[in-house]
Every structure is written in C-alpha cells, then in structure tokens.
C-alpha cells in the first residue's frame, strides 16, 4: 500500500491519510484545514491500564472496601488496620521485653551504672515523660512558676532515685493516695496566724537569705518571726527539710518567684502545688525508667 | 540535530524544515514504530493503539558482537557472583566483600566501610557515575545503551538464550507464524521456562548483597523459611527481568528510558555515533544493477541494499535513516555489513562509528575531522578526576573516631542552688575500629567548671573513661556545671575532647556553655 492511495493534502472526514510533513498518519479529523495527526498508545500501556484495573476490582474484593447499609465489606482476610497497630504493638513488646523485664528486675542504682540498662531506661522515661510529665514539667523538665525544674539540684521532697520514684509513684498532696506526699504550708494571713506587716517583716527577712539583689539586711524582729514560725518545716537559715517538702529558702532557686510581693502571698496563703500519683496509671516499670530519666536529667542526688 | 535532520531526508524542500524540530524529532521516533509493511497497514486502520510490533534480531559475528560478548560476560559475572567474593575483617565483622547491612546500617566494599552518616560518598559515587556516563557520550554517544545498560545486557542474554531454543530470526518468525504443533509448544513452554530461572536467578543474585551470600543460598537450597522480604525482592526482580529482558525489551527503551532524551541535548556534532556512510552507499542498488550502472559511467553506492544491518538490529530500526531514538549504539549493524562488504569485494565500514558531519565533508570532498579532545571531554574529565580525588583523598584520611556533641534544647541552661549554672549535653562516642577502645573525656573552655557523665563515675585517677564496643557508637549524657554566682551572660565555647586509651588519638568537638 503506498502513499499514492491516498488524497494528498485534501483531507476528507473519516479518511484516513498519511501527513506528507511529518509522515505520520491522521485520524482523519480536520478543522479549517487543521489536521489531527494519529499517535497511537502503545499496546503495553493499553495493557498495564487494562491490568490495573482488574487489579483495582481485585483489591477491593481482597481488602475491606465496599460500603453496606450496616457496615461494609471485610475483604478476603479480615484485615483492617485495628488489628494491625495491635499485632505491631504486641510485636513491639516482644522486642522491648527483654530489656523492660531487666529494668524491672535491677534496683534504681544498678539501672544507672549499666549503660544498655541506663540507654533503654532513658528512652523509655523520655517518652513516658512526654506523653504523661511534659504537660506540667515541660518538655524538658524545665518547670514553669508553681511547677518544679527537675533539671536543677534543689529537690523540694529529694532528689534521690528512691525520693523520685516515690514521688512519682504517690504523687504531691494528692488525697485519694495514703501515702501522698501530703504536708503543707499554713496559710499565715488568711488564718490570722501572723499580721500583714508581721509577714512584710519575715519575707523581708526570708529573701535575706538568699541575698536577692534588692534585699535589706536581717533584722533581730524577722529572725524572731522567723524562728517562730517558719524555722520547724524550712530549718535555721532557711536550710530546708525534703521530708516535710519544705523547700529551702536560702537559695538561688525559686518556685514561685524571688520577689518580694510573691514571698508575701506565698506565706499569706500557704498551701502548696498538687502532683497527682502514678500508681496504677503507670506501670511499675515504666515508674522506674521515669525515676531513672528524671534522676539523669542532672540533678539528680 | 544533525541525527534528526538525515532521518527524514525525504523531506523535499530543506527551506520548509525550519522551525520544525519538533516535528522533525516526532517524526524520527514514528520511523522506528513504522518500519515494517504490516505496521504500516495497520496504523492505516484507524487504530488508536499501536499495532504489535515485534523485532526478531538476526545472528551475526564480528568486531562489536565480541566486544559486546566480552562486556556481557564480565557484567553478568560481576553482577551474580560477587557476593560470594569473601573479605576478611577481623573481629565480628561480616566477611563478605561486598555487603549494604541494613540492619546494622553498614555498607562494606572491601577494604572500605561506610556508616550511615558517610552516606555522601554514596552521593559522590553517583555524581562520578552521571560524569562518566557524560564523557562516555561526549565521545561516543550511546555506547551505554548499547554495551553496558543492564536492560541491554539481560536483554541480550535473553536473546541468546532464545536463539538457542527456538533458532534464528527466520526460524523464529516461522513459528510464531505457524499453527500451534507438538514442537512449538515444548519450544514455547522451555523458553519462558529457562527465562524464569535466569529471571529468579538475577532476582536471587540480588537479594545476596544484603545478607551473608552462602548462608542466604543454603537457606534458600534447603527451602527453610526465611523472611517474608527476601522472597518478596526475589519476586519484583524475578518478574522485573523477566518481562523487561523478556517481553518489552526495546519498548523499554523506546517508551520509558529518559537517557535517550537527556543524551539528544547533551551531544554535540564531534561524538561519535553509528552511522551509516551515506556519501559512499548511495545511490544503493544491487550488484547486479551495480555493474551495468558503472559501466555506463553513472554513480552507484556501495549498498547493496541487503537489509542485513536492519535484520541484525536489537531494537529493529534501519540506521540508513539516520541517527534516532531507537538506536542504541551497539555497532551490531557494523559488524553485518562489514560481513556483506567483505564477501562482494568492497570495502568495510560502510557503517561505522562516525558523525554525520565528516559524512557531509565527505560528501564535499573534504577531510574528516575527529577531534576526541575538545571542551567538554576535558572538562568531563577534569570533573571525573577533581571528584574522584577529592572523595578518595577524604576517604584516606578519615579518622577512625568521632565524638559529635548535640547541646540540651530544653532547657538551654538550669540555676543551681548556689547561683551557678549547669549544661547537658549528648555526648556520642564513635569507634570505627573492629575492637573494644576506651576512651578519656574532658571537656576545656569553662574556668572551673565540673564534667559529670551520667552513669560514669570517674576511674581512681579522676578521668571518666568510657568504653566503646567495636565498630559501635555509644551516647552519653555529660553534664557541665559552674559554681557559684558571677558567670556572665551569654555563651562561652567549649571543646569536647576524646583520647583513646590505648594510642593517645584525639578527636574534638565544639560546643558552647550557655548561662542562664
């Protein structure tokens, strides 16, 4: 069949011809002169299309797809990605058990100088401490006003591997727990207990102490209130006691704030933050890495 | 554009053509698709899917297909038993030449190890490989495609393979066109038998560069239950060569390769290509014709018009059109038609490796010009040496330990009770060496200032001496502290400083103390 067959240049509709220019044939449609020029879709790629869509068909009858009125359809193998995060999960326990069973077996301090036991104790308290600490402590560790730095070395109720797991396990004046850490500050104004200037006169006295900045020198009166009132919880010279979680005063660390107007309230009102108990939520494990992650911080006693 | 522009020499008035290069360049790719009569017709049919079109190459013997031979064997070679090629470490480390241990994050070439973090010698290796592969086409266009491409090199060993079994092209195209017999049927069912196990095989060699080679084939021999992964790769590589050196073979080329529309850009008129002679082949005409035409004193080419170099041809196109897409360099239609030249008597290398522009000087009765050394070979070079150096030079002098520090983000610093103030780091220790090494932290840039590792005490001398397994990192929490008030504001750079025990080699790394 030559090209001779064909009306050349003329192109007629429905009549296919080969295009002189570029030798390529058209399809036979033409407007205003203008010619559409046949480029055929190879056969592999009508074939790949046609597969892929049995293919499609396939998937939705192998995998959960179709909507019903009460449901849907399951798909071949029940497969649905609930039971998939529960195997992965379980999957994921059977590669940590052998190094949470060690942690669970060794005391705090044997954690600590074993440096595989000590790398999954901090890995496993970094993200317990995220998901569960964080909200209140910061992300990390670094406290806010009311809230305590865990990075620091003064520890209200100890600093001790077994002073922090403890804290954590029973948590800060937290009544539904018996053995909460649970001793608070009275509130000296509210209850009448000291005047408002007898409280100006011991914060004056209390910042001495720490020698803020701004702060006078100590006086005889202050020394008196404060031996009266303060010195059986915060000890002589503000010391501080981590069993009575009376915090010391006498240094550069502040939990609510340095200033005078702050020490005032804070002995007006009394009273102390609130850190709910872990037991139970937590397991005991997972209590003894947060221990061990919160004792690496670097503070830790 | 000289390549296209002799594809459509039918194309009568050369004034039309400019402008034109799209269509030009279209209608040098349709050439390939249209070469045979019964595509032709078909197309005429007003289809809208191409007609099937299947190229049955021809045997042949000469200069190239040896080359090619020797270059196929020594690929195939490489490719399936390099894995067993064993290398000795010492210690636990693996002692197969070549291994990517995903698990472990290493990858071994011989006597060089590479850690995840040294991932951009990877990165250089590519950079040398598209440079290479640029100076490959500087000097002799596609010479890739057509020797060294893994799609060439399977594809031609499936060839030969089919060869074996069902014969030469004209025996091949007889059974396909004949009815469905005993014979036809084993022919059929043992080919596509044979392409699976090579097919299984490539997919098999593959898998052995990330595992233990002889281990991996011994669980595979014995049929013991290995990880889904393995069998999973083994199937995508099985079916990947099976239908790509099997089935689409030059459509993969055609269709879905971007080298042949990357190198059309990067050519220039001095690289060598296949190209057929034109000023001594024309007018072609038969030996017979020939003859009677010479006597009388007329012009006659040299080609006789045999069809040899198209018969021949692995991705069935005529490379009397001219350069195109389709041809993929290989110098097979060489070899035919120095096979034919030599039996009439004529000279060889009517095709040859060439440029279409010492054809036209030819053609002009002027000398052919090759100029092998010009810009852009040098600078491909020049760029594959600076490169090449520079990456074995880092490579020589890499240390075989590293500390890298990563300051605390939250919080930046702490106060501590006395007024001073204290840093965390994370400090990560790196020995590259296949034994247990120790080593001695300090830490310099802070006056008085106390180092503490979590979980280090410090030995009976006051030094904290962490060890560190072979070929392993270990992290360590440092913590640095001031005491007493008066620090002044903002940073004060330190300097993380590890020494072996053992040889005294140091490393550091820099970081700041930051006040609070």
């Known amino acids: ?301 | 554009m000289a390549a296209i522009e002799s594809a459509d020499a039918s194309v009568p008035s050369p004034a039309k053509r400019v402008g034109r290069d799209r269509e030009r360049a279209f209608a040098a790719s349709r050439v390939i698709i249209m070469s045979s009569a019964e595509t032709h017709s078909t197309l005429l049919d007003e289809s809208f899917v191409e007609a099937p079109h299947k190229v049955y190459p021809k045997k042949v013997d000469g200069q190239f297909r040896r080359i090619k031979w020797g270059i196929q064997f020594a690929t195939l070679a490489i490719y399936y038993f390099l894995p067993f090629v064993r290398w000795d470490r010492g210690g636990d480390a693996p002692s197969q030449a070549v291994l990517v241990d995903f698990p472990h994050r290493r990858f071994y070439f011989f006597f060089i190890e590479i850690w995840p973090q040294e991932v951009y010698y990877l990165t250089g290796l590519l950079i040398l490989a598209a440079l290479t592969l640029f100076l490959m086409n500087a000097v002799a266009g596609r010479i890739w495609c057509g020797y060294m491409c893994p799609q060439t090199v399977w594809t031609d060993f499936f060839m030969t393979t089919e060869r074996w079994i069902e014969g030469d092209a004209r025996d091949r195209i007889k059974l396909d066109e004949g009815p469905w017999t005993r014979d036809k049927i084993r022919k059929k069912i043992s080919k596509h038998f044979v392409w699976l196990l090579i097919a299984w095989w490539t997919g098999g060699a593959w898998v052995l560069y990330y595992t233990d080679a002889p281990t991996m084939v011994w669980k595979l021999a014995t049929f013991q239950k290995g990880a889904f992964d393995t069998y999973l790769w083994i199937g995508i590589l099985t079916f990947t060569t099976y239908v790509f050196a099997g089935v689409m073979r030059e459509k993969l080329c055609l269709h879905a390769c971007p080298w042949p529309r990357i190198q059309a850009a990067l050519t220039d008129e001095y690289a060598l290509n296949v190209t057929y002679r034109y000023d001594r082949g024309e007018p072609r005409m038969s030996l017979k014709q020939a003859v009677a035409v010479r006597a009388a004193g007329a012009p006659s080419g040299d080609c006789v018009d045999c069809g040899q170099c198209v018969a021949v041809c692995p991705t069935g196109v005529d490379i009397r059109k001219g350069s195109q897409l389709g041809c993929i360099q290989c110098g097979l239609c060489i070899d035919a038609c120095d096979g034919v030249m030599d039996k009439i008597h004529r000279p060889t290398r009517l095709i040859g490796y060439d440029t279409e522009m010492n054809v036209k000087r030819r053609q002009c009765g002027e000398g052919a010009i090759y100029k092998p050394l010009r810009a852009r070979t040098v600078l491909y070079a020049l760029l594959i040496l600076a490169i090449g150096g520079f990456m074995s030079a880092t490579l020589a002098t890499r240390g075989d330990m590293h500390v890298s520090v990563l300051h605390d983000r939250n919080p930046l610093a702490v106060r501590l009770k006395d007024g001073g103030a204290r840093n965390g780091y994370t400090v990560r220790f790196a020995n590259k060496k296949a034994e247990p090494r120790r080593f001695a932290i300090s830490v310099s840039g802070v006056v008085g200032a106390q180092m503490e590792v979590v979980g280090v005490p410090p030995d009976g001398k006051g030094k904290v001496v962490i060890e560190v397994g072979p070929d392993q990192t270990r992290e360590a929490r440092v913590l640095l502290s001031t005491h007493g008030a008066g620090g002044s504001k903002g940073q004060i750079p330190v300097a993380f400083t590890a020494t072996d025990a053992a040889s005294g080699a140091t490393v550091e790394a820099k970081d700041v103390f930051i006040w609070p």
């Open chain 1, 1 to 301: 069949m030559s090209d001779d067959t064909f009306d050349k240049g003329q192109a007629k509709p429905g009549k296919v011809r080969i295009d002189p220019l570029s030798g390529v044939p058209t399809t036979g449609h033409e407007w205003d002169g203008i010619e559409e020029l046949n480029t055929p879709l190879p056969r592999w790629w009508v074939w790949t299309f046609w597969v892929t869509i049995v293919w499609g068909i396939g998937y939705t009858i192998v995998y959960p797809a179709w909507p019903t009125l009460s449901g849907g359809t399951q798909g071949l193998f029940a497969w649905n990605s609930r039971t998939q995060v529960a195997a992965d999960v379980a999957d994921l326990q059977t590669t940590r058990g052998p190094v949470l069973e060690k942690i669970a077996a060794a005391p705090l301090e044997k954690i600590e100088s074993d440096p595989e036991l000590l790398a999954a104790a901090r890995m496993v308290g970094k993200v317990a401490f995220a998901t569960n600490c964080a909200s209140c402590h910061g992300a990390g560790g670094q406290g806010a006003k009311g809230y305590a730095n865990l990075n620091d070395d003064d520890w209200i109720w100890g600093g001790k591997l077994s002073d922090i797991k403890q804290t954590i396990e029973h948590g800060v004046r937290w009544e539904s727990d018996k053995e909460t850490r649970s001793s608070t500050m009275p509130a000296f104004g509210r209850d009448g207990v000291l005047t408002a200037q007898q409280i100006s006169i011991v914060a004056d006295h209390v910042r001495t102490y720490a020698e803020t900045p701004d702060s006078d020198a100590p006086t005889p009166e202050g020394e008196k209130l404060y031996a009266e009132n303060c010195a059986s919880c915060h000890g002589a010279e503000g010391k501080g006691n981590p069993e009575m979680g009376a915090p010391a005063l006498y240094d550069q660390i502040w939990l609510y704030g340095s200033d005078k107007a702050t020490v005032v309230s804070r002995i007006r009102n009394g009273g102390g933050a609130v850190m709910p108990a872990w037991k139970g939520k937590l397991d005991d494990t997972t209590i003894k890495a947060l221990a061990v992650y919160v004792h690496s911080l670097g503070g830790g006693q």
